[in-house]
């Protein structure tokens, strides 16, 4: 059974940090990409992270280069997250894609939410003062 449980949210003062983590179960990580999204009220659900387990590739999205960094250690995934604005407030998911045995050969940079087929429960990250 494939599980994903985010934690780590919380309130935080702009400028901040955060880590948050997936903890995932009942599948093989190596051949999946794991994807750090978000979803704001009143917004569509974006990406804002993804990392193909296989050899570490990651791409971020514009509003999270340079200030988040996503990482994995065994079966967790980690967002950590710097220099946070109150923009960057949101319920975060963690998301699974399975890429298969060729999973070298799938691309990750142009994948949208739709494309991952498993997700955790979300936890709130709100930045404030």
């Known amino acids: 059974q494939v599980k994903l449980v985010e934690s780590g949210g919380g309130l935080v003062q702009p400028g901040g940090s955060l880590r948050l983590s997936c903890a995932a179960s009942g599948f093989a990580l190596d051949t999946s990409a794991i994807g750090w999204f978000r979803q704001a009220p009143g917004k569509e659900r974006e990406g804002v992270s993804y990392?193909?387990?296989?050899?570490?590739s990651t791409v971020y999205a514009d509003s999270a280069e340079g200030r988040f960094t996503i990482s994995r250690d065994k079966n967790t995934v980690y967002l950590q997250m710097n220099s946070l604005k109150p923009e960057d407030t949101a319920v975060y998911y963690c998301a699974r894609r399975f890429l298969g045995t060729n999973w070298y050969r799938v691309p990750i940079r142009s994948l949208s939410p739709t494309d991952f087929g498993s997700w955790g429960q979300g936890t709130q990250v709100t930045v404030s003062s």
């Open positions: 990392m193909r387990i296989g050899d570490g």
